[in-house]
């Protein structure tokens, strides 16, 4: 598969548009918000295509990335969307609506298996194994083509894991369940952001 990788420098370029559909990730230098910082955010219109936006850690100031991330009328489809999301209202000082969660969406449909990483939904969605050995490498410095690429596949399956969840969704009955659920995300990204990191349902 010939993938369309293009890295930006600080944020978008004008002249990018999107269509009413989007998959976006994020990487990090680690996963503590009171620690760690957003290096970059991976977008793909679903058509082999990666914009890979390398952030300036000085300066977040990014007016394009963040009016198309304000966009309501824009569906923005993450895997594991409460990091993310966390990450974004810190550094990029964004709150995002109209937002759905592969790995939420992953739970509720696939009980079938306890499996609702990444590399499992690609495996049996695109019937492509993608390696995650770079998960762990250093986002914050200038990035090598395997970096580049592995950023890329974190985004370009999304659309089509996110309909087939969709399908099984549909198909059990339990589309409003996800409806209900995604509808906390903001909330949960709250709690996070406050510090309220525990199941607050738990006795």
């Known amino acids: 598969m010939n993938l369309d990788i293009k890295l930006h420098n600080k944020d978008l370029p004008d002249e990018i548009k999107f269509s009413d559909k989007i998959a976006i990730d994020c990487e990090f230098t680690g996963l503590n ?10 977008i793909s ?30 569906n923005k489809l993450f895997h594991f969307a409460r990091a993310d999301l966390l990450f974004i209202k810190k550094f990029l000082q964004v709150d995002i609506d109209n937002v759905n969660c592969t790995k ?8 079938y298996s306890d499996k609702h990483g990444l590399k499992d939904l690609v495996k049996e969605f695109v019937g492509i194994d993608i390696s995650k050995q770079l998960q762990t490498s250093d986002f914050g410095g200038k990035l090598s083509e395997k970096q580049l690429k592995y950023c890329a ?8 894991i996110y ?30 952001f406050a510090s309220f990191k525990e199941d607050i349902w738990s006795h």
Request: proline share 1%.
């Open 153 to 160: 596949q974190d985004v370009i399956y999304l659309h089509k």
């Open 45 to 74: 219109s679903g058509k082999n295509d990666a914009h890979i936006i390398q952030l300036d850690k000085d300066n977040y100031d990014a007016p394009n990335l963040k009016k198309l991330l304000k966009d309501n009328n824009i």
């Open 104 to 111: 939420i969406m992953s739970k509720i449909a696939r009980s």
């Open 33 to 42: 918000i009171e620690r760690d910082r957003l290096c970059l955010l991976q």
């Open 163 to 192: 309909d087939s969840l969709l399908n099984i969704l549909e198909r059990e009955n339990r589309l409003s369940l996800y409806n209900k659920t995604i509808n906390f995300i903001s909330t949960r990204v709250d709690l996070d």
